[in-house]
């Protein structure tokens, strides 16, 4: 009769542990962070400067950080943020509407340019308003690979270069990011302003 209790409390105790830690492994077990790519070129040379990359960055971090998934910062080169995003190395990235289409469509990018510059009045040819803004912001779209989606552009325009407008934009991989994120990523992306970069 005690062996029988002996046997029957091992057993509980081993089902217990086990049980135990299973939870134990449950609860470590996390999510993969979001890897949010920070453009980076050489001094001098970066489509953005790194104040105002370091800040937004900051405010993408905060925003995506959440009880089951962390935010993570990491380093990219500027001109590999499309491909990186395409691969898997990262989730989202930023930049500016302007350089990003330069980036992905060097030739559009220089007729866009030339075209806006004729306009000059802020008018196409038939006389018509051109938002210029918009039409370098659909340029990007078409120009985008199709996994990878971009937020509304935003009120901030922290790259340098102004041959183009340069709305800050956030780039994300549309197979790891929900409706909820794109939520939170444009609320960044258009909530942000020079000021709060630190301009």
């Known amino acids: 009769m005690l062996g029988g209790r002996n046997v029957a409390s091992i057993i509980a105790t081993a089902t217990c542990l086990a049980a135990i830690g299973g939870l134990t492994a449950c609860a470590e077990e996390q999510p993969e ?6 453009p980076e070129k050489p001094v001098g040379d970066a489509p953005m400067p790194e104040r105002y990359a370091d800040a937004f960055a900051r405010y993408l971090v905060r ?5 089951d998934r962390k935010g993570e910062r990491q380093p990219v080169p500027a001109d590999l943020r499309v491909r990186q995003l395409r691969t898997g190395e990262i989730n989202v990235t930023f930049g500016c509407t302007g350089e990003l289409l330069e980036l992905l ?3 559009r990018a220089m007729e866009l340019r030339q075209e806006l510059k004729k306009a000059g009045s802020g008018k196409d040819g038939s006389g018509e308003e051109v938002d210029e803004k918009y039409l370098v912001y659909d340029e990007l779209l078409s120009s985008l690979p ?3 989606g971009a937020t509304l552009p935003g009120v901030a325009t922290p790259c340098s270069d102004t041959s183009l407008p340069q709305d800050a934009v956030v780039l994300y991989a549309k ?4 409706r909820d994120e794109l939520r939170q990523l444009n609320s960044i992306a258009t909530g942000t302003s020079m000021e709060m970069l630190g301009a």
């Open 105 to 107: 469509d060097r030739n």
């Open 175 to 178: 197979r790891v990011i929900g």
């Open 63 to 67: 925003e995506l950080n959440g009880e």
């Open 146 to 148: 199709q996994e990878v």
């Open 33 to 38: 962070p979001f890897l949010i790519g920070v």
